[in-house]
């Protein structure tokens, strides 16, 4: 029996506008040759049919295969688990990876992390990073921000969460909008530390 020792990165897509994000963040870790654990709640597969032209297919498994297909990875490279597959590794301390990005993250799942709630897999995932002082971070697409947000966004930082809003700058002058998702997918990889070309770091 072989043992992967790839890192393996958590990516969740909830239901706030910015798919395109989380696929390009998706095609570069696939990429960077890391393993994925993939969820997507039902409001996101709404907001990615909305925004994008991916056809993704509801059940996991077939969402599985899709997806590998799509970004060329490796048999098993990307896994997709469902709201509720409460015995996957993500679900608990000792099998969850130690790095989790919620891109995009609406506000109700920002809530629901600054709460404990819990209620689906994405969610426990998320606390589970918060209990183990793991890497955790999120990706808000909002605007404009009421004080509701704000408490709940503070309240993770100081949790050892990380807000990364999908803020693009355009100091590197961009001539496309997959400029400005790049833009965004570069600073989510530097948090990783994942090596990235899509932009180079200030001052290079």
């Given amino acids: 029996m072989t043992t992967d020792n790839r890192e393996t990165v958590t990516l969740a897509m909830t239901g706030a506008s910015g798919a395109q994000y989380a696929w390009r963040l998706l095609e570069c870790l696939v990429a960077a040759d890391r393993n994925v654990f993939f969820m997507i709640s039902k409001a996101a597969q709404l907001v990615s049919a909305t925004e994008t032209d991916v056809p993704l297919p509801a059940r996991p498994q077939l969402m599985e295969s899709f997806l590998t297909d799509r970004y060329r990875a490796r048999e098993g490279q990307i896994r997709v688990f469902g709201p509720e597959q409460w015995m996957s590794p993500v679900a608990s301390g000792s099998g ?13 799942v920002v809530s629901a992390i600054a709460t404990g709630a819990s209620n689906n897999l994405i969610e426990r995932a998320a606390d589970v990073a918060l209990k183990e002082r793991r890497q955790l971070i999120l990706v808000p697409r909002e605007s404009p921000f009421s004080e509701i947000h704000l408490e ?49 770091r200030w001052g290079e």
Avoid: H, W
């Fill in 96 to 108: 969850a990876p130690s790095k989790i990005v919620i891109c995009p993250a609406s506000m109700g």
């Fill in 152 to 200: 709940n966004m503070l309240k993770l930082t100081r949790m050892g969460a990380v807000i990364l809003p999908a803020s693009p700058g355009f100091y590197n002058e961009p001539e496309s909008i997959g400029d400005l998702v790049d833009f965004v997918v570069a600073r989510i990889l530097n948090q990783l530390g994942i090596e990235q070309s899509l932009m180079p």
